[in-house]
């Protein structure tokens, strides 16, 4: 399931920026910004409670892929551990969204990762790409998933300077 939406926004910095709100604040009379988001992937897995695990999709550097019940047993071995690491996972699993200077030995560098929210079937992070555009990327994993982690929202927010 691939959902593309776009939204702008007024906020007077990045760092301030209400998502969902089209509130104007300024800090300095004359300077604000726009903040697009494009949800550029998003997966409910509640629609797909029940399915077997090679029927969920699964996504892996710009691509669905399916992962099989073997995949699931070899982690359950102990093989495949980046399947439940939060930072080796997402280094990993979206590196299609950066330009090749964020990126070291196949994956992204750890350096522009943020984990925001953690705990243990859920993982939130940024990555950032300079200061006008950052991806939020949410991971999940639950009994459904075979407790390995499943990519369920890819979002891009872009900020440009309105003068």
Known sequence: MVLTACTAERAPSSETAQLNSNEVKEETPGHEQTQFTT????????????????????????????LTEDTVKSFSEGHHPWLRHVETFIASQVTNLVPDDYKKGGGIKSEFIK????SDDAAIATITLGSSFFYEITIEASENTGNLFFITNIVLHSTIDKK
């Open 39 to 66: 949800t550029i992937y998003s997966l409910d897995l509640i629609n797909f409670k029940g399915a077997k695990i090679n029927e969920l999709p699964f996504y892996s550097n710009g691509e669905i892929k399916h």
């Open 115 to 118: 984990i925001k929210n953690l």
